[in-house]
Structures are given as C-alpha cells and as structure tokens.
C-alpha cells in the first residue's frame, strides 16, 4: 500500500512538473530547451531513486529490521509483532553492537513460539559455522540420551570403565574408577583430578591438548583429594561436587563409538543433526582419531537455535521424535551446584536471567567467548549468540547483558 500510494505522488508531481517545463521549453531557445530536457530526465532518475528506497524499506518493514529469510531448512518464519517483541528495543541493540559496546558479537538469532522472528549477522555472513567452544559439548549430552533411548548404553549410572578394557591397565589404579559412571561425566562431578580451571590439574584441558590419546589422558587421572576447606561430595548440593571438566566430556564421544559401533560424527547425523535438516557439521578430530566431544563442533547459527528449540519442544522438531521427554526433562534438571549463580543439569548450565524487576529462568549452552545458546521454557523463547570475543575476560557478562538489557527487555 505505502509503495503504492508513493509511486502516484510522485508519478503525479513528476509528470505535471515535466509537462509545465515541456510547454515553457518551446518558448525557449533551442539551447535552454536542451538543457531542460536533461533536468526532466534527472528529475525522472530521481523519482525513480525515491520509489525504490521508500519500497525496499516498506519490504523490511515499518520497524526497519529486516524478516528472516525462508531457506526451507526446517524453520518457519515470523514477526517480531506477532512474537510480541519490540522492535525498536532490538534495534538499539544493533546499534550497541555495531557501537563495539559488547566487541565482536557476530550473530544475534531470536526463535518465540516455535518460530525464527530475528536473525541479525554482525560479521555479515550467515553461512558460517561458528565455533562456539564449549557450547556444544551439550550436544554430547543429546547423543548420550539418544543412545540410552535406543538401548545403545544401559542408563546414566552405566560404568564408564566397561567401555575402555583396551585402555587397561590404567595408571592410578583406584578401584573408585570402577564407579565412575557416565552421569558423573554429564554433570561435571567425577571423582578425577580434573578442573579446567586450575591451571596446576593434572586434568586440565591444556595438558590433554598435548597428548595423542586423549581417552587414555582421562582413564590415567588420578583420583582427588578433598583438602579441608572444599566441600566433599557427600556434604554437596546433590551429592556431587562440581569441577569443570573437558577430559571427562571428551570422554563421552569414546563411550558413544563403543556402544553405537558407529564414529560419533556419523551418529549424530543419522540421529540427531537430520532430523533437525542439519545438513552439515565441521567436528574436530583429536589425534587418534576421535571426534571431539569436548566442544569446538562448527554449526551454523541456525542450527544451533534448532538445537535449543529441540528441547523447548520436550523432544520433537517439526512433531518428529528426535529425543525423548524424558531425557529433556532429566537434562534440564539440576544435578550439581555450580556456585550461586549456576547449577548444572547434563552439560546444560541452569540459571535465572534478570531484566527490569522480573527474573526468567533459563538453561544454556556455552562456551568461552560468550557464546550461548540459551532457552527461557516460560517465554517459549530461544536465543543463540555468537562472539569471538575467545578468552577475553568478562565475556559472558557482554552477553548476560546483552540478555538482560536488550533481548528480554524486549519482550512485550
């Protein structure tokens, strides 16, 4: 209508300005009448130049966002409007944005009620694959529940060692290594040495980094000690007492070749990335040959949104079974206290984001940098953002932020 309606004013002021100089020019010498002809041909570009910006910001729209586009990936698409979202909010966050104020953000994607309503590039690409670091060890936690679902592993409470006999004998015997099951390696809480963030771990994930056999890194950790002033496992919140982990999460892709009998990449695109019309995932393959389960697993933007809807949805993608509700539910369960701000499901982090005076409650995949996926159940909303802001300090506060003071505070 808008386009419309700017073709006839223009049309009608264009035409009655040519016509009155067309008449006026006979009066004229034929120099003069040369000279406005060329004005009646500018004044025709520019009417021209008018239509075309007034119709290209009618298509995106009154509020100037642009609409996702439909690639027939699985999404269907919707309006800010309808998804009750401000727009204007949105926009003064891609103003902060492109202003440095949270550094190198490089994609924003918003999903509300089941369908992809914002999609804003900051890096202009939206093909890339992000490597969102630790984010996607999530997705090691959906492949474990799928091969449960399946019978692939008996339950969470299965021993990981029953899994590894070609890695006997191990270094630190300990028959508490017997009992280490997969569930202590989804919730962060196995009786290894490991803590990724104390540089002096035997289990740190640098040092892994510098090994060949990773599985064997893992298997060879001692067991901890518990000095004085930390809290015992029995003494903790759920029985588990939390320390970061890769190794234990790298571990995981072991425990899913030998009991699927299938490489981890190949699994997780017949069961969990294809259904999801996934087409493509860059894993990263340790040394020996395993891939990374730790996290680094490139996705694009839009398929990491798929993943956070996926258990928005308890399960199902497009009514598809992908995994079951109970494993959903079990997943976004706290099973480990982080500290007062997070508890831990499996290798989901549990949290409450504040905007305003109202707090909402969320479960998230991250990684360093500040990338999130993040998932407020009550809102039916899903968020992904991706950075490169890789070990700077106060990332995750760029993007809480960004959460808090733009994205909820534009819910509506």
Same mark, same amino acid.
């Given at each position: 209508?808008?386009?419309?309606?700017?073709?006839?004013?223009?049309?009608?002021?264009?035409?009655?300005?040519?016509?009155?100089? @067309?008449?006026?020019?006979?009066?004229?010498?034929?120099?003069?009448?040369?000279?406005?002809?060329?004005?009646?041909?500018?004044?025709?570009?520019?009417?021209?130049?008018?239509?075309?910006?007034?119709?290209?910001? $009618?298509?995106?729209?009154?509020?100037?966002?642009?609409?996702?586009?439909?690639?027939?990936? %699985? $999404?269907?698409?919707?309006?800010?409007?309808?998804?009750?979202?401000?727009?204007?909010?949105?926009?003064?966050?891609?103003?902060?944005?492109?202003?440095?104020?949270?550094?190198?953000?490089?994609?924003? +994607?918003?999903?509300?009620? !089941?369908?992809?309503?914002?999609?804003?590039?900051?890096?202009?690409?939206?093909?890339?694959?992000?490597?969102?670091?630790?984010?996607?060890?999530?997705?090691?936690?959906?492949?474990? &529940?799928?091969?449960?679902?399946?019978?692939?592993?008996?339950?969470?409470?299965?021993?990981?060692?029953?899994?590894?006999?070609? @890695? @006997?004998?191990?270094?630190?015997?300990?028959?508490?290594?017997?009992?280490?099951?997969?569930?202590?390696?989804?919730?962060?809480?196995?009786? +290894?040495?490991?803590?990724?963030?104390?540089?002096?771990?035997?289990?740190?994930?640098?040092?892994?980094?510098?090994?060949?056999?990773?599985? @064997?890194?893992?298997?060879?950790?001692?067991?901890?000690?518990?000095?004085?002033?930390?809290?015992?496992?029995?003494?903790? *919140?759920?029985?588990?007492?939390?320390?970061?982990?890769?190794? &234990?999460?790298?571990?995981?892709?072991?425990?899913?070749?030998?009991?699927?009998?299938?490489?981890? *990449?190949?699994?997780?695109?017949?069961?969990?990335?294809?259904?999801?019309?996934?087409?493509?995932?860059?894993?990263?393959?340790?040394?020996?040959?395993?891939?990374?389960?730790? %996290?680094?697993? !490139?996705?694009?933007?839009?398929?990491?949104?798929?993943?956070?809807?996926?258990?928005?949805?308890?399960?199902?993608?497009?009514?598809?079974?992908?995994?079951?509700?109970?494993? /959903?539910?079990?997943?976004?369960? *706290?099973?480990?206290?982080?500290?007062?701000?997070?508890?831990? &499901?499996?290798? $989901? $982090?549990?949290?409450?984001?504040?905007? %305003?005076?109202?707090?909402?409650?969320?479960?998230?995949?991250?990684?360093?940098? %500040?990338?999130?996926?993040?998932?407020?159940?009550?809102?039916?909303?899903?968020?992904?953002?991706?950075?490169?802001?890789?070990? /700077?300090?106060?990332?995750?506060?760029?993007?809480?932020?960004?959460?808090?003071?733009?994205?909820?505070?534009?819910?509506?």
């Amino acid at each position: 209508m808008i386009p419309a309606l700017s073709y006839h004013i223009s049309m009608t002021f264009t035409s009655q300005l040519v016509v009155s100089l @067309k008449g006026f020019s006979k009066l004229l010498v034929p120099e003069l009448h040369e000279g406005i002809r060329r004005l009646r041909m500018r004044l025709f570009l520019l009417y021209v130049l008018i239509v075309s910006v007034i119709s290209v910001s $009618w298509a995106q729209g009154t509020n100037g966002l642009s609409a996702p586009q439909d690639k027939q990936d %699985g $999404w269907s698409i919707s309006s800010l409007e309808s998804a009750r979202l401000s727009a204007s909010k949105l926009q003064s966050m891609e103003s902060a944005i492109r202003s440095d104020q949270f550094k190198k953000i490089t994609s924003v +994607l918003i999903a509300r009620q !089941g369908k992809l309503v914002y999609e804003k590039y900051f890096d202009g690409s939206d093909a890339a694959f992000r490597n969102t670091r630790s984010a996607t060890k999530t997705v090691a936690g959906m492949l474990i &529940g799928i091969a449960i679902d399946k019978g692939m592993i008996a339950g969470v409470n299965a021993p990981v060692m029953q899994f590894f006999a070609d @890695k @006997k004998p191990v270094q630190n015997p300990d028959p508490r290594k017997e009992k280490i099951t997969v569930e202590d390696f989804l919730t962060m809480s196995s009786l +290894l040495e490991c803590d990724d963030n104390n540089q002096f771990s035997a289990g740190n994930e640098e040092r892994m980094y510098l090994t060949e056999d990773y599985l @064997k890194f893992v298997l060879d950790l001692p067991i901890k000690g518990f000095p004085a002033w930390e809290t015992k496992p029995k003494d903790s *919140p759920y029985g588990r007492s939390f320390s970061y982990c890769t190794a &234990g999460v790298a571990a995981l892709g072991g425990v899913l070749e030998r009991a699927t009998k299938s490489t981890v *990449p190949d699994f997780a695109m017949k069961t969990l990335f294809a259904p999801l019309k996934i087409q493509k995932a860059e894993w990263q393959i340790t040394p020996s040959g395993l891939a990374m389960t730790g %996290g680094g697993l !490139g996705l694009q933007s839009r398929d990491l949104l798929k993943l956070g809807q996926l258990y928005v949805n308890g399960g199902t993608w497009n009514n598809e079974r992908v995994v079951s509700e109970r494993w /959903v539910k079990a997943s976004v369960q *706290p099973h480990a206290k982080v500290d007062d701000d997070y508890e831990y &499901g499996y290798l $989901w $982090w549990l949290t409450a984001v504040k905007s %305003g005076d109202k707090k909402f409650a969320a479960y998230m995949m991250q990684g360093n940098g %500040g990338n999130k996926v993040a998932v407020f159940p009550e809102l039916n909303m899903v968020v992904v953002i991706t950075t490169t802001n890789y070990n /700077v300090r106060g990332a995750h506060d760029l993007t809480n932020r960004l959460l808090s003071e733009y994205i909820l505070a534009a819910v509506v």
